[in-house]
Each structure stands twice: as structure tokens, then as C-alpha cells.
């Protein structure tokens, strides 16, 4: 089975830098997806790793650890439009399922 | 065109009535999912098909239906449903790809009265 665990809200400060956490423990490693989803929207991807190590994306960055089962999404110069939901999410069953994280709702305020 | 289009994009029904859900993509993705996601959760997988077979169902009760007619539509029939099969439902598909990611639709909303 799987188990992808991330907390559950954060807050931060408009133009602030926040981490958020997701380990994962599955049977199988296919890479680890990150998405963003505003409420009531579709997620919308953000990165992909595959590799350990960090790839950075604009403001967006994504860490990955697969010996510790272990990545994060940094988020830098916060937003307010980034107050949304990330899910990090591990793809199952070779690629045919994605299986989401509990996701984590990050408000960002003035 | 890089998208996942659903409809309708809210859908009220009672518990007696049978609807439908659509989703259509034009990415030559072969592979097209069901999703259902309650408020402050993270997605559900529910249904996948795979060069339009049924592979993957994740023991959904009979009362929602899936269907593919072809590569670029995905059915979600609806059938005597309970109130707490409320929620959104989300359509993807993804390329047989790795990195490419799954392309999400913006859902259905839907309220079983």
C-alpha cells in the first residue's frame, strides 16, 4: 500500500518563503507529482521529481529524498494568489493511478 | 489544445434521477480517470481506463457508471445516488509518459438532494 502524509495548514506572510513537507512511504517509486488547487478548481501541475535533489521552478521549487521517502515544495516570494491547496501525490500501479497526499491548505495574508 | 474539458460544471439531481457526466480531451492522452474529491480532501481515484478499457476500478458502488466510448471522451453515469455522494468530480488523463504529469478538467459539482 501507500501512505503520503503532509500537514494539514500553514500560514505565511505575503512575500515570505514557506516549505511544505510531504513523506511518502509505497512498495514502488515512480517519481512524486506536486500540484496546486484552488478551491473548487482542478489541480494544476507544478513539478515532478524523479531524482533526488532539488529543481527549481521560478519561485517554486521541489525537493526530493527517496532514500528518506521525503520531499517538499518551496514556495518563495509568497502571494497572495498562492493561498491554495498542495498536493503532493506518487503515481501507483506503474503510471496508471496518482495517488494524492492529504494535501495542505496554505493561507497567505497581507 | 492542452486541455480537459468536463461538463456540466454544476449538476444538482435528486436521489431517483439519472444524469450523466462528460469529459473530453484532445491531448492523444490514452489514459482517462475519475476522480471524486469532498470538501478539504484530497482527490479520490475512482475509475481508470487505459486505451479505452475499464483497467482499474476502485471498488465504486454500481450506482455511478463509467464509459468510454472513444480516446477522447470519458462518461460518468449517475444513478439513484445518496446525498453523500456529493462533491466534485474531477476528470484527468495523461500520455503513457512519465514526467508529463495528468491533466485535470475543472469538475462537476454535484449536490444529491
Known amino acids: 500500500g501507500q501512505n503520503i502524509d503532509q500537514p494539514t495548514e500553514m500560514t505565511a506572510t505575503e512575500g515570505a518563503i514557506v516549505q511544505i513537507n510531504c513523506t511518502y512511504q509505497?512498495?514502488?517509486?515512480?517519481?512524486l507529482f506536486w500540484y496546486q488547487q484552488h478551491a473548487g478548481e482542478a489541480p494544476t501541475f507544478l513539478s515532478y521529481?524523479?531524482?533526488?535533489g532539488l529543481e527549481e521552478k521560478g519561485r517554486f521549487s521541489s525537493f526530493l529524498s527517496r532514500s528518506k521517502g521525503y520531499s517538499y515544495l518551496l514556495l518563495k516570494e509568497l502571494q497572495m494568489k498562492d493561498s491554495a491547496s498542495y498536493l503532493c501525490?506518487?503515481?501507483?500501479?506503474?503510471?496508471?493511478?496518482?495517488?494524492f497526499g492529504t494535501g495542505t491548505r496554505l493561507l497567505v495574508s497581507p | 489544445d492542452t486541455e480537459v474539458t468536463q461538463t456540466p460544471k454544476h449538476l444538482v439531481m435528486g436521489m431517483t434521477n439519472k444524469k450523466s457526466l462528460k469529459c473530453e480531451q484532445h491531448?492523444?492522452?490514452?489514459?482517462m480517470y475519475w476522480y471524486k474529491q469532498k470538501a478539504k480532501k484530497p482527490p479520490e481515484l475512482m475509475f481508470v481506463?487505459?486505451?479505452?478499457?475499464?483497467?482499474i476500478n476502485e471498488s465504486v458502488p454500481s450506482r455511478f457508471s463509467p464509459e468510454c466510448p472513444n480516446s477522447s471522451l470519458l462518461n460518468l453515469h449517475l444513478h439513484a445516488l445518496q446525498p453523500e455522494d456529493s462533491a466534485l468530480y474531477l476528470c484527468?488523463?495523461?500520455?503513457?509518459?512519465?514526467?508529463?504529469?495528468?491533466?485535470f478538467g475543472s469538475g462537476t459539482r454535484l449536490t444529491v438532494v
Open positions: 501525490a506518487v503515481p501507483w500501479t506503474g503510471f496508471q493511478k496518482l495517488v
Open positions: 509505497t512498495s514502488g517509486f515512480n517519481g
Open positions: 491531448m492523444g492522452h490514452r489514459a
Open positions: 481506463y487505459s486505451y479505452e478499457k475499464l483497467s
Open positions: 484527468a488523463s495523461s500520455s503513457s509518459g512519465a514526467g508529463d504529469g495528468y491533466t
Open positions: 521529481n524523479v531524482l533526488d
